[in-house]
């Protein structure tokens, strides 16, 4: 007897330790990516008070780390770079805010979709030298035609400074397509010849630069368009 007894507490301490690993898990799982414990900012506070928001992170850590290992070493570089842009628009729409309300947790949850969905919709090109499609940075984006009318390319790019918006380009021009081979292309803006834009596919993504070394004629002040995007589908 007394030895059934203690089988019988042994089982049942078994199943506390059990169901209090299960629960402990369970938490974590509902939680978001990151620790509570650091939370710092008002955005991650905001995160860690509302189980749709630290879905919604624990997902948009999901996909990132998905890409990540899809991505090629240029790629992964730029999809680092964006989604620490990312981090800071976010935070800095949290801290703009007037007060931690319901009002600004419906504002986070959007921005955290909208970024998600972008996530999901990047997908590492195959072709080495296409350059149409859409493009992504979290400021902006670029996308580039082909006309059937003109047999030009058409490139529409915009971009915001992330955060606070303080500068805006905008480019819209053409350009002459280039040899199947080729993956770099010159654009000419539509409103002034002398300002330019060139696009030139580098592994997974379009580099944007400026010849002229300035993006002060089709931008605000401080502002530039040169940089990776990553592709769209």
Known sequence: MQRKHSVNTLTTLVSIVGMGL?????????????SCKKALTGAEQLICQDSKLSQLDRAIDSRYQQLTGRLDAVGKAALQQEQR??????NTQVESAKALNQATKQALTATLQRHLRTLQNIQPRTNAHAITGNWYVESGGVNITTTAAS??????????EPGRGLWVCDFKGSA??????SSRVTFVNDDDLNQVLQVERVGSVLRVSNPHGSGSEFCGLNGSVDGDYLPLR
Do not use: W
């Open 176 to 181: 002459k397509p280039v040899a199947a081979n």
């Open 22 to 34: 299960g629960l402990s898990t369970l938490a974590h799982a509902q939680g978001p990516s990151f």
């Open 85 to 90: 842009a990312f981090l800071y628009s976010r």
């Open 151 to 160: 047999n030009l390319l058409r490139i529409d790019l915009n971009r915001v």
